[in-house]
C-alpha cells in the first residue's frame, strides 16, 4: 500500500458545524502532515506529527484542531469555521521528518458556507 | 531567510518540445530539493527528488533535473512533452538544518501547458 487516503473528497459546511478531515496511510511513515492548499495558490503547511506528538503548529487559529490517534491516522477536526477557510486541505506522510519526500493524498475539498 | 523561487508562473509549449522549468532557492544550510506535479482537482505526486549523489536526477514520466549548487537552482526538464504533461509543477525544498529542518516550503508553481 503506497496511498495516502484522505476522506471525505468533498465536503460542505456551515460556520456553526463541526465536522473532521481524516487521512490515513499504511506505509509505515512515521511523520504526517496537514496542509492548506488555497486557489491558485502552492499548498502551505499547517501542522506536522512526528511519532504521533506534534511538532510543529504553523500558527494555525484553534478552530482547526490536529489529532494523531496512532501512527497511521491523522484527523483535523474543525469548528466555527469562516469562508475563507474555504480550500484544498492536503494530508501527507514521509518515513520521518528529515530528507524524504512526501505521499500526498488527493486532498478534501471544503467548503464554508 | 530561507525561500524557494520559481520563475515562470506560466510555461506554453508545443506537443513534442523540450521544456524546462526553473527553481532557484536561497539557503544557508544544506537542502534536499523535490518536484511535485498536480493535476486539476488532485493532491500533489512525487516527481523526482535530490537528496545527495549524482546532480542529475531522473523522475518518472520522462523528466528530469539537475542540482547545480553553485547557482542555487535546481531546474525540471522534459525532452519531449506530451498534452498529458499539462498541470501544475512544484518546485519543494526540504531544509536539512536550521529553525525550518525538515519543513518542505513550496514555490509559488509553474502551469505547465501543452499546446497540439
Known amino acids: 500500500d503506497t496511498e495516502v487516503t484522505q476522506t471525505p473528497k468533498h465536503l460542505v459546511m456551515g460556520m456553526t458545524n463541526k465536522k473532521s478531515l481524516k487521512c490515513e496511510q499504511h506505509m509505515g511513515h512515521r511523520a504526517m502532515y496537514w496542509y492548506k492548499q488555497k486557489a491558485k495558490k502552492p499548498p502551505e503547511l499547517m501542522f506536522v506529527y512526528s511519532y504521533e506528538k506534534l511538532s510543529i503548529n504553523e500558527s494555525v487559529p484553534s478552530r482547526f484542531s490536529p489529532e494523531c490517534p496512532n501512527s497511521s491516522l491523522l484527523n483535523l477536526h474543525l469548528h466555527a469555521l469562516q469562508p475563507e477557510d474555504s480550500a484544498l486541505y492536503l494530508c501527507?506522510?514521509?518515513?520521518?521528518?528529515?530528507?524524504?519526500?512526501?505521499?500526498f493524498g488527493s486532498g478534501t475539498r471544503l467548503t464554508v458556507v | 531567510a530561507q525561500s524557494v523561487t520559481q520563475l515562470d508562473s506560466q510555461v506554453p509549449v508545443f506537443e513534442e518540445a523540450p521544456v524546462e522549468l526553473r527553481c532557484n532557492y536561497s539557503?544557508?544550510?544544506?537542502?534536499?530539493l523535490f518536484w511535485y506535479v498536480q493535476y486539476p482537482n488532485q493532491g500533489l505526486q512525487l516527481l523526482l527528488k535530490?537528496?545527495?549523489?549524482?546532480?542529475l536526477v531522473k523522475g518518472i514520466n520522462g523528466f528530469e533535473a539537475e542540482f547545480n549548487k553553485s547557482q542555487t537552482s535546481f531546474h525540471l526538464r522534459k525532452p519531449s512533452v506530451h498534452i498529458s504533461d499539462t498541470a501544475e509543477y512544484f518546485c519543494?525544498?526540504?531544509?536539512?538544518?536550521?529553525?525550518?529542518?525538515?519543513?518542505?516550503?513550496f514555490g509559488q508553481g509553474t502551469i505547465l501547458t501543452v499546446h497540439p
Open positions: 535530490y537528496l545527495s549523489g549524482s546532480t
Open positions: 519543494a525544498v526540504q531544509f536539512a538544518g536550521g529553525t525550518s529542518y525538515g519543513k518542505l516550503t
Open positions: 501527507a506522510s514521509s518515513q520521518s521528518t528529515g530528507g524524504y519526500g512526501y505521499t
Open positions: 539557503s544557508s544550510v544544506s537542502v534536499y
